[in-house]
């Protein structure tokens, strides 16, 4: 059964199952594997970034821009359009599988 995402913990096992399909992508798993080191931290990271978005809380610091930008130079600057087309298909399919309501990040992205 689907339920909406309420708290930190669905923020993490989203990012989580989210991610186990990632780092399993033979096009993407590459790429995040080798700029990943430590996987638990970053997962941590990632549950203040979506965590501030969907419930506006002020917990992220970085810039992810800057971090991604990094990753694309060092991969040469081959990232492209598909690579993000691929990472967001397999988002939303983490969502569909697990999650529904109004603070899902899709519903967030699909009302902008």
Avoid at 30 to 59: C, G, M, V
Avoid at 78 to 98: K, S, V
């Amino acid at each position: 059964m689907k339920r909406e995402i309420k708290n930190r913990s669905d923020v993490f096992f989203l990012g989580d199952s989210f991610y186990i399909k990632v780092r399993t992508n033979s096009l993407l798993g590459p790429i995040f594997n080798d700029a990943i080191d430590d996987w638990q931290d970053h997962l941590e990271r990632l549950t203040d970034f979506w965590e501030s978005i969907l419930f506006i809380k002020n917990n992220f610091e970085g810039n992810s821009i800057n971090v991604h930008q990094k990753v694309d130079v060092k991969n040469n600057g081959l990232i492209e359009a598909r690579h993000f087309g691929i990472w967001l298909n397999l988002c939303y399919e983490t969502l569909d599988t697990y999650y529904e309501g109004e603070s899902s990040p899709s519903s967030k992205t699909q009302s902008t």
